[in-house]
């Protein structure tokens, strides 16, 4: 248990589907991150949001789209994927000035 | 561009054989450091952290990391793996650039420990 908690663990989707993936963190933290691990490749930063702000969009398409309504909660709308996108989607939070990163168990999702 | 490299995809050690493995990264300024590991099925955890002081940090489980500024490196070691340490370990940094939180990984280095 991390403090981080991500659901659904698991999520099969069509490519015509719309689902969205959600985080919580209960560490006080103000940063949340979204990150995608693929097989084969390295651990791609997503989105990051400080106090509930976005400060990094890491070129990713618009089929995803994040959300963050507090500091506590960030979301991740998905829609039209396609089956590359198939990967464990991992959430992180940290705290304010370079603190290191507590992570989620993530979510693997297959988009068939 | 900025990045950080981990030179070794794969290692394969004996038990009680020495592991070093390199981190480089490319950015200018104050960086906090970091090295995480992953478990076969499991999340990923802090193995240990450099933010300043003592250059050589010692995290969990018998690993240590030393940060050399000059070489812009924080190479992990122990002296002695055991088969529980078989993972996937990725080297992190935390630049300080606009004050925000921006961690970025390297590739990740798969270690196989054999009996």
């Known amino acids: 248990e991390t403090g981080v908690t991500q659901t659904p663990r698991h999520l099969v989707m069509g490519m015509t589907n719309k689902k969205s993936l959600k985080c919580e963190q209960h560490l006080g933290h103000n940063a949340m991150y979204w990150y995608k691990q693929s097989a084969k490749k390295p651990l791609e930063l997503m989105f990051v949001y400080n106090f509930k702000e976005q400060t990094e969009n890491n070129s990713v398409p618009s089929r995803f789209s994040p959300e963050c309504p507090n500091s506590s909660h960030l979301f991740l709308h998905l829609h039209t994927l396609q089956p590359e996108d198939s990967a464990l989607y991992l959430c992180a939070s940290s705290q304010d000035g370079g603190g290191y990163a507590f992570f989620g168990q993530g979510t693997r999702l297959t988009v068939v | 561009a900025q990045s950080v490299s981990q030179h070794n995809h794969h290692v394969i050690l004996s038990e009680a054989a020495s592991l070093e493995l390199g981190c480089n990264y490319s950015?200018?300024?104050?960086?906090?450091l970091f090295w995480y590991v992953q478990y076969p099925g499991q999340h990923l955890q802090l193995l240990l952290k450099?933010?300043?002081?003592?250059?050589l940090v010692k995290g969990i489980k018998g690993f240590e990391a030393e940060f050399i500024k000059s070489k812009f490196s924080f190479n992990l070691r122990k002296p002695s793996v055991q088969w529980s340490d078989t993972a996937e370990y990725f080297c992190?940094?935390?630049?300080?650039?606009?004050?925000?939180?921006?961690?970025?990984f390297g590739a990740g280095t798969r270690l196989a420990v054999h009996p």
């Open positions: 950015y200018g300024g104050t960086v906090n």
């Open positions: 450099y933010f300043s002081g003592d250059p």
């Open positions: 992190a940094v935390n630049p300080h650039s606009g004050g925000y939180n921006k961690l970025i």
